[in-house]
């Protein structure tokens, strides 16, 4: 038997921006007193940026990372269709019952903070793989462009302005304060 190679889509094209698209995007502070800062809290409020990128090649490696560490976070949960058609097959108590079993359990086993983790560390990884140094940032600064996910996916237009923010940074001016290790 010869052995059959696994078909893969070819990725999404990168997309393209105007320069007034760009400006629209909102550039976060990123300024703050790094005397003053607790640096063991960079290892959960980061950015990252990479010199002479682009904001459209910034946009699409952060779009592509969240996906990927988004997909790998613990996400694989039912849609509102799989739930009604499993509740019409077994009764509405049955699928209510389940699902908050199974809720408890995958909370019990992986907890939000682990997924919460789970997505850092695979971003980290994603972008370092991609070229981008790794930024430090205090958390009220980090929370006004980024999101975190637990026992819950952010809704997708805050989610897509946070990344557009995100890439806004990682193209935007070097950072002035020394980069964080991987």
């Known amino acids: 038997m010869a052995a059959q190679a696994q078909y893969v889509d070819e990725p ?5 921006f105007t320069e007034a698209e760009i400006e629209a995007v ?4 990123l300024q ?3 005397a003053e800062a607790n640096v063991d809290d960079f290892e959960k409020y980061f950015y990252f940026h990479r ?5 459209a090649t910034a946009y699409y490696d952060i779009t592509e990372c969240d996906a990927l560490a988004s997909g790998i976070s613990f996400y694989a949960g039912p ?4 739930m009604a058609a499993n509740m019409l097959q077994y ?3 049955a699928g209510g019952i389940g699902g908050a079993i199974g809720g408890l359990m995958a909370d019990a086993i992986f907890g939000s903070g ?3 983790k789970q997505r850092r560390v695979n971003m980290r990884n994603c972008m370092f793989y991609k070229g981008y140094d790794r930024y430090g940032l205090e958390k009220d600064l980090w929370q006004e462009f980024n999101f975190e996910e637990g026992n819950s996916q952010t809704e997708a237009t805050e989610r897509e302005n946070k990344l557009l923010m995100q890439a806004r940074v990682a193209s935007g001016p070097k950072p002035e304060q020394g980069r964080v290790e991987p």
């Open 12 to 16: 999404q094209p990168q997309r393209e």
């Open 26 to 29: 909102p550039m976060p502070a």
């Open 32 to 34: 703050f007193d790094m």
């Open 51 to 55: 010199p002479e990128t682009d904001f």
């Open 79 to 82: 849609t509102a269709g799989d």
């Open 91 to 93: 009764g509405v108590l």
């Open 114 to 116: 682990e997924r919460r």
